[in-house]
């Protein structure tokens, strides 16, 4: 896992919930994604830890950032590569 404490469950719950609150539907967040589950985000955490461990070439450049912002785009990513998600885009 990619967690370096000695409490990477709640690192990764933690991780959920910040990914949660910029694209999960609820009264105040930024960029909802229609029909997302924290499920799903927990889904596309997986894949995104798969390619980081593979380091297969097209994700070679992939590396975790304790959870930062491009983590959370990289798994928002993820989510969004399965059709049944449309991704807010204003308006």
């Given at each position: 896992?990619?967690?370096?404490?000695?409490?990477?469950?709640?690192?990764?719950?933690?991780?959920?919930?910040?990914?949660?609150?910029?694209?999960?539907?609820?009264?105040?967040?930024?960029?909802?994604?229609?029909?997302?589950?924290?499920?799903?985000?927990?889904?596309?955490?997986?894949?995104?830890?798969?390619?980081?461990?593979?380091?297969?070439?097209e994700?070679?450049?992939?590396?975790?950032?304790?959870?930062?912002?491009?983590?959370?785009?990289?798994?928002?990513?993820?989510?969004?590569?399965?059709p049944?998600?449309?991704?807010?885009?204003?308006?």
């Amino acid at each position: 896992m990619l967690f370096t404490s000695d409490r990477p469950v709640k690192e990764l719950n933690d991780f959920v919930d910040y990914v949660w609150s910029f694209y999960g539907e609820h009264d105040d967040t930024l960029y909802p994604i229609h029909g997302l589950k924290k499920k799903d985000i927990y889904d596309a955490f997986f894949v995104y830890e798969d390619r980081i461990l593979k380091g297969d070439l097209e994700y070679v450049h992939y590396e975790w950032g304790d959870g930062d912002s491009l983590d959370r785009e990289r798994v928002r990513d993820i989510i969004l590569e399965q059709p049944q998600f449309i991704a807010w885009h204003g308006g």
